[in-house]
């Protein structure tokens, strides 16, 4: 008698599992849940042929969360799947975790608010001014909301490397991310190239709702690590092309603002920019964003003007500074942070009032050419501060 093929649906489930079992390799990525329930874990942030498929009931049994990355047993994909499975979760945010403690996890929007108070000393070799200037005049702690404000071709990419850089070295324990929106490609490979940090990236050529996706994943990852008490930092590129790509994509509200943007698109970009804090129960989320301004673009105008009021840092880089190549282009008059008394010593802070008052006396060329000079013969902040107080 010949023997008659069986269907997989025909063998006992205890004999399916230990066959998936047999196949089974380790794989993980980071939680993409789609409207229906079901979810992807992507290696690589965006969607791509390695994509892990996650069933939704595994999605409620764990009580997972978009941006969770998620690591265990994966199988191959069965007749008519495009994708492989996962077949058995083994950590979730590299941590063993049984469902009841992934219930019990704490979640982002219920986190309490602080102010920064945690300074990020970003100043790493004695001729990198750009981080040292920073430190003094406009520093970033732990929690900031920051913009860069920036014109073309101000040193905005260079400087952003910088801080990146500063972040690594001081804080290896940060977890640093670069989010870049409608980038051109060889913009985001020598950024890779050159920080220690995870990319995430979408090009210009890209849709706006892939554009979004890869932004929107990218914090939904960074909030999972602050509730696990991480401290994160994110350097993004640009809030300016974020909210242009929102512009494009949320559905018509019927009224349009100056340049032709759409008063509905400001929502969701603020709420990016606005995930950033400093939380009392732990970790915290850092945001610094780039607005570009002078781009002959009132749309760009308008959206500086909108999310000016939403940070608690600003720097900003002028163009007069740039074309006279005078650099690093730190318009130190109009940088600053709030509540920067938190973020210094008293000793300190006194350094850095008699600075800023000092500054003040001089015309605007001279102020950074002065501040650059002085700098530059002191190995440190602390030296330049001291011998400043010395009348030196």
């Given at each position: 008698m ?5 269907s ?31 979810g ?15 069933s ?58 602080l ?41 905005k ?7 990146a ?60 690590l ?49 995930a ?80 800023r ?36």
């Amino acid at each position: 008698m010949n023997d008659v093929p069986v269907s997989r649906e025909e063998i006992p489930l205890e004999e399916r599992i230990q066959e998936d079992l047999k196949l089974a390799f380790p794989g993980k990525g980071i939680l993409e849940i789609t409207p229906s329930g079901f979810g992807f874990l992507r290696p690589r942030f965006t969607p791509s042929q390695d994509d892990i498929y996650v069933s939704q009931s595994q999605i409620r049994k764990f009580w997972l969360r978009p941006g969770d990355e998620v690591e265990g047993l994966i199988r191959p994909p069965k007749e008519n799947e495009k994708y492989n499975g996962l077949l058995k979760i083994e950590k979730v945010n590299g941590a063993v975790m049984t469902e009841e403690q992934s219930r019990q996890r704490a979640r982002f929007n219920q986190m309490t608010s602080l102010y920064p108070s945690e300074h990020i000393v970003l100043e790493t070799e004695p001729d990198i001014l750009a981080t040292r200037i920073i430190d003094i005049v406009s520093p970033i702690g732990f929690g900031q909301r920051g913009l860069i404000v920036s014109p073309p071709k101000a040193g905005k990419t260079t400087l952003l490397k910088q801080i990146a850089n500063g972040v690594r070295k001081n804080f290896p324990d940060a977890h640093l991310m670069a989010v870049l929106i409608g980038e051109r490609p060889e913009e985001v490979t020598d950024l890779t190239r050159s920080i220690d940090a995870e990319v995430i990236a979408s090009h210009f050529d890209q849709s706006p709702r892939d554009q979004l996706r890869a932004a929107e994943i990218a914090l939904e990852r960074a909030k999972r690590l602050v509730e696990s008490g991480h401290k994160v930092v994110i350097l993004l590129d640009s809030i300016t092309r974020l909210a242009r790509a929102y512009n494009m994509a949320v559905n018509p509200s019927g009224r349009t603002l100056s340049g032709g943007f759409d008063p509905a698109a400001l929502y969701p970009a603020k709420k990016f920019l606005g995930a950033a804090r400093n939380c009392e129960e732990g970790g915290s989320l850092t945001i610094i964003g780039t607005a570009l301004v002078s781009t002959e673009s009132r749309m760009d105008d308008l959206i500086y003007e909108e999310f000016k009021g939403t940070g608690n840092m600003e720097l900003h880089l002028d163009r007069d500074y740039a074309n006279k190549r005078i650099y690093p282009a730190i318009d130190i008059e109009k940088s600053g942070t709030r509540h920067d008394e938190l973020l210094f010593d008293k000793a300190k802070m006194e350094k850095v009032a008699m600075l800023r008052r000092m500054m003040a006396l001089l015309d605007k060329d001279e102020r950074l050419i002065r501040l650059t000079e002085k700098l530059s013969k002191t190995k440190n902040n602390e030296e330049f501060l001291a011998e400043m107080k010395n009348g030196k």
